[in-house]
DNA sequence: CGGCTTTGACCAGCGC
DNA sequence: GCGCTGGTCAAAGCCG
């Protein structure tokens, strides 16, 4: 089955959402400051922590970097979930190859790594010192092999992920 | 035995 | 020019 829905197209499989945020070069989710809880019918997640953090996310592509172009980075894409755990298993294969502090999360940030061979994916995990229940995904590439194991618990956490890149 | 996690150090970019 | 922060690597150790 096509389970690659937004964050890992596969490489054949070409869906609408994909492409879309495929074409945009940030679809970032801008749940920040509209975010009003009962709108987003995440009453199973409860509040999402609207928080502006994400803006400065995405300014780290537009510095001074696009006058050369050189130093063109693969689009980030990322989604707030609600779990208990930092290791969101989104069926894919991750290594973990570093972590950091940062300064305005109190809890460290986590970056993996997508073992498949010719996979660049990379993604980094990040709890909010502000609500240790939400975890920060960032996916940066895609991925180009299918999912390798069963998306079966993944499901859920994924139609949360669709709300999100919904916007 | 292989794969993965951990942790410290190193490096590059940016701001001051 | 210096310092800071973020990001990555690499060696060692652990676990399955």
Redesign the pocket.
């Known amino acids: 089955m096509e389970n690659c829905p937004i964050l890992f197209p596969c490489s054949s499989s070409a869906s609408p959402l994909s492409s879309n945020m495929v074409s945009s070069n940030h679809v970032f989710t801008d749940f920040h400051g509209n975010n009003p809880n009962g709108s987003l019918g995440l009453k199973a997640v409860g509040n999402i922590s609207q928080n502006g953090s994400f803006g400065g996310y995405e300014s780290?592509v537009k510095?001074?970097?696009i006058k050369g172009e050189k130093?063109i980075r693969n689009p980030r894409y990322a989604f707030q979930t609600r779990s208990q755990v930092d290791?969101l298993d989104d069926g894919f294969?991750?290594?973990?190859?570093?972590?950091?502090?940062?300064?305005?999360n109190k809890y460290p940030?986590?970056?993996?790594?997508c073992?498949h061979q010719g996979c660049n994916v990379?993604k980094?995990v990040q709890r909010l010192s502000k609500d240790e229940g939400i975890v920060v995904t960032t996916y940066?590439g895609m991925h180009t092999h299918p999912i390798e194991k069963s998306t079966d618990n993944f499901e859920h956490i994924l139609s949360q992920m669709k709300i999100y890149t919904s916007f």
């Not at 294969?93 to 305005?104: E, H, T």
Request: hydrophobic share 15%; charged share 50%.
């Open positions: 780290e510095s001074g970097k130093k290791i294969r991750w290594r973990k190859y570093g972590q950091k502090a940062v300064k305005d940030r986590s970056y993996y790594r073992t990379k980094q940066e």
